[in-house]
């Protein structure tokens, strides 16, 4: 099967791989959301299946939540849990401090809560995720409904003072109707080109009313777990400072992931 994918697919699978070595007998483990997170959930449910690992999961949103049970994963609420070992999860950008914009699957709200309740974060992702300057994928911020125009033009002005290259904030949709988050939110995309100063940036979005959360991920993670399409990977702990260099075969008869989809 790993034969008929992208060389994308391939980074983001080995990444995925990988990163579930790090999940252990016992621990409470945050499940990410996305297309890169999705392939954690498969590797984790078959080391369940077949391997007896016994873990339970916290879902970072109702779509991770149906695939951990599909796959066997035990599921448990952040209030069960309390606290978390490790969460693992993808990003649409991280830079050298490991840095993150996240929320391009719209649970970033969830994302950042499971996260900040963890011993460690780590990021599974392929290649072209990695950036000198946060910025190119548009900043998530998550907002209510009532008066979201009135936020939106908030938070337009107050990008003014930013350092930042672009200050358009744009409604999510899904189809011809605002995308709805699991909290019942709307979602401005904030298309910045450049963030010169992402702390700042996170900083100054949450105190706009009606602002719920962004996207941008300060301090949060740990570990990056980088994938290639040639099944090398690359582990970068910012922590002890130390990178990590590995590669996967892929087994050609592995059916995991016939039927993921993006």
Known sequence: MTGELSPIDKAK?????RAADMVEDGMRVGLGTGSTAAWLVRCLGDMVRKEGLKMRGVPTSTRTAQLAREVGIEI?????????????????????????????GG?????????????????????GKEVGRLGAFPLPVEVIPFGWQTTQALIEETLISMDVLGRTATLRMNGDTPFITDEGNHILDLHLQRIGNPRQV????????????????????????LGHGDGRVEIRDINQGTVEHDRLDFVESDNLFTDLAD
Do not use: H, Y
Request: negative net charge; proline residues 1%.
């Open 13 to 17: 699978f080995v990444a995925a791989k």
């Open 76 to 104: 448990i609420t952040l209030d069960e849990a309390r606290w978390l070992d490790i969460t693992i999860d993808g990003a649409d950008e991280f830079d050298g401090d490991l840095n993150l914009i996240k929320g391009g």
């Open 107 to 127: 649970a970033l709200l969830q994302e950042k809560i499971v996260a900040t309740a963890s011993d460690q974060m780590v990021v599974i992702a392929d290649v």
């Open 202 to 225: 996170a900083l100054v979005l949450n105190q706009i009313p009606g602002v719920v959360e962004n996207g941008l991920f300060i301090d949060i993670c740990d570990t990056v777990v």
